[in-house]
């Protein structure tokens, strides 16, 4: 699976879009990009995915260059409920590779 | 819809002991995935199960075993535990062969003495 390059640490305040960007310049053709957060000591959530296209859901956009080199995820209207750590995964989406990576992530702190 | 469950939530062990974490999937859900979450890291995959069989497996050692059962829950045992065992064992579930995205449970925070 390819690299992904996070920044550490991001503040955003709340109210405000939180924007948390990742490089994937090592990304093939058939491999997705995932977006998992956790919340302190709890289980990883999942927030969205996507190969090629933007794409949209009740908790998050994605943004996919169309070099498919980076992305962004994007969270409209942030609240204190967001703060967490941002984890963004490159995968293959075939049958026999299901395992996910995980990098240490964006520590995500959103300010009052 | 029920969710991904694992128990217990905490445990504490000494060396040399061996634990038994279980985990049951979500419904629908029939392959079962163990990450080990040392503390201020990310997650890292131990193994999978589907169809009862182990399909992958992650840089650990056979001290890390595993179990799956005919209801798809499934279990994580862990041989002559170290003090560097000591992490939050996370169980997550998904459905083979289409399945895209993997649902993790609460975990269970496993600390060795």
């Known amino acids: 699976d390819a690299k992904t390059t996070q920044p550490p640490s991001m503040d955003c305040a709340e109210g405000r879009a939180a924007n948390l960007p990742c490089n994937h310049s090592?990304?093939?053709?058939?491999?997705?990009v995932y977006w998992y957060r956790q919340i302190h000591s709890q289980g990883p959530q999942y927030i969205i995915h996507?190969?090629?296209n933007n794409e949209t859901n009740e908790m998050a956009s994605l943004i996919i260059t169309e070099d498919r080199k980076s992305s962004t995820l994007i969270l409209p209207h942030a609240t204190l409920r967001d703060t967490a750590v941002y984890y963004c995964?490159?995968?293959?989406?075939?049958?026999?590779?299901?395992?996910?990576?995980f990098g240490t992530g964006t520590r995500l702190t959103i300010i009052p | 819809d029920a969710g991904v469950t694992q128990s217990p939530t905490h445990l504490i062990k000494t060396r040399g002991q061996q634990v038994t974490l279980r985990c049951s999937p979500k419904?629908?859900?029939?392959?079962v995935s163990w990450y080990q979450q040392a503390l201020g890291q990310g997650p890292q995959f131990i193994f999978q199960?589907?169809?009862?069989?182990?399909?992958q497996r992650g840089n650990f050692p056979d001290r890390f075993s595993g179990h799956q059962f005919p209801n798809y829950s499934s279990e994580l045992n862990v041989n002559a535990l170290l003090l560097g065992d000591s992490a939050l064992y996370l169980c997550?579930?998904?459905?083979?062969?289409?399945?895209?995205?993997?649902?993790f449970g609460p975990g269970t925070r496993l600390l060795v003495l």
């Open positions: 997550a579930s998904t459905q083979l062969p289409v399945g895209e995205t993997q649902y």
């Open positions: 090592t990304i093939s053709g058939n491999e997705y």
């Open positions: 996507g190969l090629k």
């Open positions: 995964i490159v995968r293959v989406g075939s049958f026999g590779n299901e395992k996910l990576t």
């Open positions: 419904s629908g859900h029939d392959t």
């Open positions: 199960y589907y169809e009862e069989e182990e399909r």
